[in-house]
Structures are given as structure tokens and as C-alpha cells.
Nanobody
Framework: QVQLVESGGGLVQPGGSLRLSCEAS????????MGWFRQAPGLERELVAT???????DYAISVKGRFTISRDNAKNTVYLQMNSLEPEDTAVYYC???????????????WGQGTQVTGSS
């Protein structure tokens, strides 16, 4: 069994910062890409940022320069540092990890439970 547990969401004033964490645990042989999506009310889920196992990051245009994704491979954890938060960043943030449970199984994408981020004064 594999589980992704998120933490760090909350309410923050515009211009403020938050740091999200997502730890993968369970039967894990290897983790490839990790990252974050978000979904605002009434909108489709959108990709925020991804990071490869080697540390190569990619960002949505809307968050580039404000958000930073990182990971600690030893801890199977991905982070999202969010600075200069705007009301438009308000959404439920979901982490994902592409995990191989054994050397002989195909990998699949696992998801966190979601954490609410609200940018409001």
C-alpha cells in the first residue's frame, strides 16, 4: 500500500507565503516524477509544478517566479514553496507521485488527499 500525505495548507493574506509538503510512504521501490496540481471551485484541475527525480523542475506560467518546487528523495517528500500569493491561487492543492512498488511492476500515479490554500484578506 502506498499513501501520500499532504500538509501545510491554510489561509494567507495576499502577498504572503505558504509551504506545502507531501510525503509518500508504504511499499516503494522507486519514485519518478512528483508534483502538484490545483483545483479551484468550478474550474478544471490544473498542473502547477513538476519535478523529476534528478531535480529538474517545470512550472505553470501563472506561478513561475513565485512558486518553487523541491524534493527530498531520501524522505520521499515533495515541497511547494508559494510566495507572493494572490487570491487567484486559492484552490485545493493535490500532490502526486509516479511510484514503482517493485522492480517488476509498472509504475502508477498516486495522489494526495488535497489541502486547501486560500489567499484572502
Amino acid at each position: 500500500q502506498v499513501q501520500l500525505v499532504e500538509s501545510g495548507g491554510g489561509l494567507v493574506q495576499p502577498g504572503g507565503s505558504l509551504r506545502l509538503s507531501c510525503e509518500a510512504s508504504g511499499s516503494i521501490f522507486r519514485i519518478d516524477d512528483m508534483g502538484w496540481f490545483r483545483q479551484a471551485p468550478g474550474l478544471e484541475r490544473e498542473l502547477v509544478a513538476t519535478i523529476t527525480s534528478g531535480g529538474t523542475a517545470d512550472y505553470a506560467i501563472s506561478v513561475k517566479g513565485r512558486f518553487t518546487i523541491s524534493r527530498d528523495n531520501a524522505k520521499n517528500t515533495v515541497y511547494l514553496q508559494m510566495n507572493s500569493l494572490e487570491p487567484e491561487d486559492t484552490a485545493v492543492y493535490y500532490c502526486f507521485a509516479d511510484i514503482f512498488r517493485t522492480s517488476s511492476e509498472y509504475g502508477r500515479r498516486y495522489w494526495g488527499q488535497g489541502t486547501q490554500v486560500t489567499g484572502s484578506s
